[in-house]
Every structure is written in structure tokens, then in C-alpha cells.
């Protein structure tokens, strides 16, 4: 019986939601990018008043929304309506949901509940669905190849191929789904690929071998 590497267990991380809420300058700087790029307002004014056409309709009062699944999804991103609240500055809505990251719902399911100002609401679900629905999207694509590879006791790892400045969202949305994370930038775990070797000129056998063993010395100095 052959035992598992033993490093294997270095590869079985996945991102938890607290990483992502302590990750402070990240966010900072995304979201105030959001409430520029939807509202053409600066982080510090309150948000909701930059909807024109809530302002054209003269919309008062308060109300509700309710989050469904238009089709069977893996759930991905239930704790951002408050940091998004906080952020656009919306401090009179609230967000209900019996939802859980990582979840399975079908179509017609109820995800969660909006209640609050109706111009806040309506300034804020855009930005909202926007990333729900791409980590959903994520979360549910990563589980569809985990379906495949957990039977093979394969682990499923991620990739740095992500949308720029989203990578730790996304590759929550990946851990959501049952994948792994692998590493998040070039800072954290070598990864030597083709480009590598084609910048070093490795074209034979021989000066593959002994560019992976100068590669290997060189780790064990850095990490000693």
C-alpha cells in the first residue's frame, strides 16, 4: 500500500470567507471603484443619490428584493451585501438569507432578501448581482469538474488565471466549489512551467535535469 506525499496536505487549502473580509486594503480599493464606476460619485458621498433614474421617477420609501436562482447553482458570495452596504453607504438596508457559500440550490430558490430604502436598493443591486453571480458561476463550473475528479480521489486545484483584482473572490468562489487553491501570486509557491524553460533555452533531457536540480538547490537555500 503506497502512502500519500508527503506534502499533499500543503496543496489541500482552500481560502476561508475571513481571509477575504481581512484582506481591508483589497477591498477598499475595489469598491471604491464600484460606486466611481456605477455612480460617478466618490466612496465618501452617499452613493444612492447618483442614480439618475431613480431620481428622475422621484422613487421614496422603502421595500424589498428577493434574490432567486434562475437556474440550479452553487451558492458563492452570501456575506457581501453588507460589506457592499458599508461601502456604497447604504446603512438602510439589511440582508436576510438562510443561504450558505458552497451550497447547492435549484431553480426558483430563494437566496436572500433586500429590505431597505427603494433608491438605495435599486442603486446597489447591480454591483451586488454582478458579483454574486459571477462567484456563483464559478463556484458551480468548479463543482461540475469536481463531480469528475473526487470519484478518482483526484484533488482539483486552481489556477492564477483569474479576472484582474479578483483573484482572492474568485478563488474563494473555486474553494466554494470544491476545488483547491493553489497559489495566489508568484510570491508563495514555485510553479516552473514551459515559459520558464523556453527562457532558460531547455531543449534536451539532460539540461532539463540539471536545470530542475539547480532550481531545487536554490529552494532549499531560500527556505533554510
Same mark, same amino acid.
Given at each position: 500500500?503506497?502512502?500519500?506525499?508527503?506534502?499533499?496536505?500543503?496543496?489541500?487549502?482552500?481560502?476561508?470567507?475571513? *481571509?477575504?473580509?481581512?484582506?481591508?486594503?483589497?477591498?477598499?480599493?475595489?469598491?471604491?471603484?464600484?460606486?466611481?464606476?456605477?455612480?460617478?460619485?466618490?466612496?465618501?458621498?452617499?452613493?444612492?443619490? $447618483?442614480?439618475?433614474?431613480?431620481?428622475?421617477?422621484?422613487?421614496?420609501?422603502? $421595500?424589498?428584493? *428577493?434574490?432567486?436562482?434562475?437556474?440550479?447553482?452553487?451558492?458563492? $458570495?452570501?456575506?457581501?451585501?453588507?460589506?457592499?452596504?458599508?461601502?456604497?453607504?447604504?446603512?438602510?438596508?439589511?440582508?436576510?438569507?438562510?443561504?450558505?457559500?458552497?451550497?447547492?440550490?435549484?431553480?426558483?430558490?430563494?437566496?436572500?432578501?433586500?429590505?431597505?430604502?427603494?433608491?438605495?436598493?435599486?442603486?446597489?443591486?447591480?454591483?451586488?448581482?454582478?458579483?454574486?453571480?459571477?462567484?456563483?458561476?464559478?463556484?458551480?463550473?468548479?463543482? *461540475?469538474?469536481?463531480?469528475?475528479?473526487?470519484?478518482?480521489?483526484?484533488?482539483?486545484?486552481?489556477?492564477?488565471?483569474?479576472?484582474?483584482?479578483?483573484?482572492?473572490? *474568485?478563488?474563494?468562489?473555486?474553494?466554494?466549489?470544491?476545488?483547491?487553491?493553489?497559489?495566489?501570486?508568484?510570491?508563495?509557491?514555485?510553479?516552473?512551467?514551459?515559459?520558464?524553460?523556453?527562457?532558460?533555452?531547455?531543449?534536451?533531457?539532460?539540461?532539463?535535469?540539471?536545470?530542475?536540480?539547480?532550481?531545487?538547490?536554490?529552494?532549499?537555500?531560500?527556505?533554510?
Amino acid at each position: 500500500m503506497t502512502s500519500s506525499p508527503a506534502r499533499l496536505k500543503d496543496f489541500r487549502q482552500k481560502i476561508s470567507w475571513r *481571509e477575504i473580509e481581512q484582506s481591508e486594503c483589497f477591498w477598499k480599493r475595489l469598491l471604491a471603484g464600484c460606486v466611481e464606476e456605477d455612480l460617478d460619485m466618490p466612496i465618501t458621498s452617499q452613493a444612492w443619490k $447618483g442614480d439618475l433614474t431613480s431620481s428622475l421617477c422621484s422613487l421614496k420609501g422603502n $421595500g424589498t428584493a *428577493e434574490l432567486v436562482a434562475r437556474e440550479p447553482l452553487v451558492l458563492c $458570495g452570501v456575506q457581501l451585501p453588507k460589506i457592499l452596504f458599508d461601502t456604497f453607504s447604504c446603512y438602510d438596508l439589511e440582508f436576510s438569507t438562510n443561504g450558505k457559500d458552497g451550497e447547492s440550490y435549484l431553480t426558483g430558490n430563494s437566496l436572500g432578501t433586500l429590505r431597505g430604502s427603494i433608491p438605495q436598493l435599486l442603486a446597489i443591486e447591480r454591483t451586488l448581482l454582478n458579483f454574486m453571480q459571477r462567484l456563483s458561476g464559478i463556484a458551480t463550473y468548479a463543482a *461540475e469538474f469536481v463531480k469528475v475528479t473526487k470519484p478518482e480521489k483526484v484533488g482539483l486545484l486552481d489556477t492564477r488565471k483569474t479576472t484582474p483584482g479578483l483573484r482572492i473572490l *474568485e478563488k474563494y468562489a473555486t474553494a466554494c466549489g470544491g476545488s483547491f487553491n493553489h497559489r495566489m501570486g508568484l510570491f508563495d509557491r514555485a510553479l516552473i512551467k514551459d515559459n520558464h524553460l523556453a527562457a532558460a533555452g531547455i531543449k534536451d533531457l539532460n539540461s532539463l535535469v540539471n536545470f530542475l536540480l539547480a532550481a531545487r538547490e536554490q529552494a532549499k537555500e531560500k527556505i533554510d
